[in-house]
């Protein structure tokens, strides 16, 4: 893999596991809880550490459950790949294969079937009276509901808020994973910035960074890479489309993908051609809100106090013509790209003041009539004394080496 020089990342797969398994135990007594079921693919991976088939039709078609009293969760994988996952991680001791034949559907059954029964089994083994168990919130109601039927001596309960506080704070080895997710997101951001030129499109641009995501070692893409040329509807993350990118025009470039489960997300702009002095001046006011507001992060500090230290370093930098005019300046990421801590305005975010191990990025933005978005983020991880940047492409408003393709 060429982003690590031929070096295999130092990850110790099974301690990231242990980890996140402990952490998650403990909030489990914490909050009185007895057995956890997890099934969507990213709670899947936080308490197995194993990678499955994305795709949104098996999106929920492995399942495993977790009590105070097991050091590693009991596996119910769809049918078939069960060998391959006690090869890949022999730690774990118990293994059910969720069955295909008598389901609906082999790979997403739209009515309970055999896994009901299943899945219930598991369940009793632990004893049903006055247990709780907490229900993977992405859990289809088919199954939350043939589980109260076939145990009705158990009390469920949403898994929802045990899961946000257990994947809250990242342990070291998940630190290492994400360091990885952001060098490769680094390559195919430069290579991307260096292949905007007058004429190419916000599609061929995206398949430079498509490209390099797979050959430095990413797992996946977070999402549409998103390649913003000149002044386009604001209407969410769109699809790059196969407009042409002019001279004059600014292109954001907001980016992200997975190594070993976990995400990176950042973005540049870049002017393509000479920016003219209100191009210039905009970016600027924008760099100075991130680059304080990032120096900012430290343990003890509120996010939404974040959010009040970019905007004034950004009215600051413009005489007061500028500032942070909507509520959000960035989120949190790991296994997923959009977890707490959210960053925001005070009273439209959830108060977190910042620990070591929360992982997110900051972005603000302005858009420059008639030439485009000004939108600049990096992803960082608070540490016990400050914080560690961890996406260090240089601002640039122009390249000076554009074609580059490779």
């Not at 009901?116 to 632990?126: D, K, N, P, Q, R």
């Not at 924008?286 to 992060?297: F, N, R």
């Amino acid at each position: 893999m060429q982003v690590t020089n031929g070096v295999t990342p130092d990850i110790d797969w099974k301690r990231l596991t242990q980890l996140n398994v402990d952490r998650t135990k403990t909030l489990m007594e914490e909050l009185d809880i007895d057995v956890v079921l997890v099934a969507a693919i990213d709670n899947w991976r936080y308490l197995t550490g194993l990678p499955l088939y994305y795709c949104i039709q098996w999106f929920v078609s492995n399942f495993a459950v977790l009590t105070k009293e097991m050091a590693f969760p009991l596996l119910m994988p769809l049918e078939g790949p069960t060998a391959q996952m006690k090869t890949l991680a022999p730690w774990f001791d118990y293994v059910v294969p969720l069955p295909r034949a008598g389901a609906s559907d082999a790979v997403s059954p739209a009515v309970p079937g055999p896994w009901i029964e299943t899945i219930a089994g598991v369940l009793s083994g632990f004893g049903q009276a006055s247990r709780v168990a907490a229900l993977d919130p992405a859990l289809p109601f088919y199954i939350k509901d043939g589980l109260e039927s076939a145990l009705p001596h158990m009390e469920f309960i949403s898994a929802g808020e045990l899961l946000r506080k257990a994947r809250l704070i990242k342990n070291e080895e998940e630190i290492k994973a994400i360091r990885l997710a952001c060098v490769i997101d680094e390559i195919a951001m430069d290579r991307a910035l260096r292949a905007v030129e007058d004429g190419r499109t916000e599609l061929e641009i995206t398949g430079i960074i498509d490209y390099n995501f797979r050959k430095h070692g990413a797992e996946s893409s977070s999402a549409n890479p998103f390649v913003g040329a000149g002044v386009y509807p604001q209407l969410g993350y769109l699809t790059p489309s196969n407009k042409v990118i002019r001279h004059g025009e600014l292109v954001r470039i907001d980016i992200g993908c997975a190594y070993a489960g976990y995400y990176s997300d950042f973005s540049r702009s870049v002017s393509v051609g000479e920016p003219d002095a209100e191009t210039k001046h905009i970016y600027e006011i924008v760099k100075a809100g991130l680059e304080e507001a990032s120096a900012a992060v430290r343990p003890g500090i509120m996010n939404y106090d974040l959010f009040t230290v970019c905007d004034e370093a950004m009215r600051e930098a413009s005489d007061g013509q500028y500032g942070m005019d909507w509520w959000f300046l960035g989120h949190g990421l790991g296994l997923g790209i959009h977890e707490d801590p959210m960053i925001g305005k005070e009273g439209s975010v959830e108060a977190f003041p910042l620990e070591a191990g929360m992982y997110f990025c900051l972005e603000p933005c302005i858009t420059v009539p008639g030439r485009g978005m000004v939108g600049l983020e990096d992803d960082m991880i608070v540490t016990r004394d400050g914080v560690e940047i961890l996406t260090r492409t240089e601002f640039c408003l122009t390249m000076t080496e554009p074609g580059a393709m490779s």
